[in-house]
């Protein structure tokens, strides 16, 4: 058996994109999981992802609109994600929120 590095590049590819494919699927199979709790937990969510994808297109010479990888990311519009599916943040999420960017605040 190989490791991943000894994989071509091709292969690599699209391993990683099957993974980042089955990624949105579980977080679309989970919608109660809110971003603010992703970010919580691990400093990302939906909408760091949407980011990453305009920036990896950037640095690959193309196009690609925020709204658009958004939507892709989401399934759907936002707007109509974040009105079926977003809720209010607690006081309780707010501040685990804070306490995790000052933690990061402090690594700096």
């Known amino acids: 058996m190989s490791s991943f590095n ?3 590049q091709t292969t690599r590819t699209e391993l990683e994109a099957a ?3 089955r990624l949105l699927q579980h977080l679309d199979d989970n919608k109660d999981v809110q971003n603010i709790d ?3 937990l691990a400093d990302f969510c939906r909408n760091c992802l949407s980011k990453w994808l ?3 297109a ?4 193309k196009a690609l609109d925020y709204d658009a990888a958004r939507e892709y990311v989401y399934g759907m519009p936002y707007s109509e994600w974040k009105a079926h599916y977003q ?3 607690t006081p309780e999420q707010l501040a ?3 306490a995790r960017q000052a933690q990061k605040k402090a690594k700096e």
Do not use: H, P, S, W
Request: glycine residues 10%; hydrophobic residues 50%.
């Open 54 to 56: 305009v920036t990896a």
């Open 96 to 98: 685990a929120l804070e």
């Open 87 to 89: 809720g209010t943040a």
């Open 19 to 21: 993974a980042f494919r």
């Open 6 to 8: 000894e994989l071509d």
């Open 58 to 61: 950037d640095e690959q010479g």
């Open 38 to 40: 992703l970010m919580i």
